[in-house]
């Protein structure tokens, strides 16, 4: 960790916007909480990839799931992978178009993923992920040991790991304070509608309180 910065590493040392850089574990926590996905990069043998997955972590690890034929997360077990996560917050509108800018919190993971083959980490890890995304994990049946072989869990130490965070107004050049044109901020907010339910549910089914929740 460089005592100067506080950031876990080198490379994960913000060198442009410096002032925006977080690397407090429980900062990096919180963007990872608020969001549902992750773009996961992989160098595979036909080139690099990224790709957008659902993910869950724990106090120390991001998980991340998908079939057992996932071509990009058999390459990415036992290798680096670098996992971002981005919530644009609004959109910075500046005086000059060179000062447009967005509000965001984002965070960057670098790590070695490893496969996970203990059964009870994978279920731990799926329950994680299921949560993490549909808070649902508890309500449903459970997985049988044929959807368990075909799924594969990759795991990623949450050490290495950064988040940049901007929030607030457009920061324009002096010279164009008091111009024409407009400047502020557009926020951008998210929000889960109401569920519609699909056309064959046994009658009277409840919605999960959970699910019911995501709507506050
Ligand atoms: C919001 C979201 C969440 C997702 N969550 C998960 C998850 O948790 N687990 C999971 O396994 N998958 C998830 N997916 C799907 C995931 O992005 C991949 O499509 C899937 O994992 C298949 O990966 P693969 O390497 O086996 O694809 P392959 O089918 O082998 O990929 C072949 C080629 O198809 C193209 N391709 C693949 N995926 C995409 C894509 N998403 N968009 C555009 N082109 C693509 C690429 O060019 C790729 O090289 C999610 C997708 C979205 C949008």
Redesign the pocket.
């Given at each position: 960790m460089s005592e100067e910065t506080g950031a876990p590493s080198e490379r994960t040392t913000l060198k442009r916007g410096a002032n925006r850089a977080v690397y407090a574990s429980d900062d990096v926590k919180a963007v990872l909480d608020a969001g549902?996905?992750a773009h996961v990069g992989v160098s595979t043998a036909?080139g690099i990839?990224v790709?957008?997955?659902?993910?869950g972590r724990t106090e120390d690890t991001l998980y991340?799931?998908?079939?057992a034929?996932?071509?990009?997360?058999?390459?990415g077990s036992d290798t680096d992978i670098c996992v971002t996560v981005t919530l644009v917050d609004g959109l910075v509108v500046a005086r000059s178009a060179f000062h447009n800018s967005m509000n965001y919190r984002s965070v960057v993971v670098r790590g070695h993923a490893r496969k996970v083959t203990e059964d009870v980490e994978i279920l731990d890890a799926l329950k994680i992920?299921t949560d993490h995304?549909a808070d649902n994990w508890d309500s449903r049946r459970e997985a049988t040991d044929k959807e368990l072989k075909a799924t594969?869990v990759i795991a990623l130490p949450l050490t290495e790991a950064s988040a940049k965070i901007r929030d607030g107004g457009p920061v324009d050049d002096e010279a164009d304070l008091g111009g024409p044109e407009w400047a502020g901020v557009i926020p951008l907010t998210e929000s889960w509608g109401e569920p519609i339910p699909i056309d064959d549910l046994v009658e009277g089914t409840p919605v999960p309180q959970p699910l019911l929740d995501l709507q506050d």
């Open positions: 549902y996905v036909q990839i790709l957008p997955m659902a993910y991340l799931h998908g079939s034929a996932n071509a990009m997360l058999r390459a992920i995304v594969l």
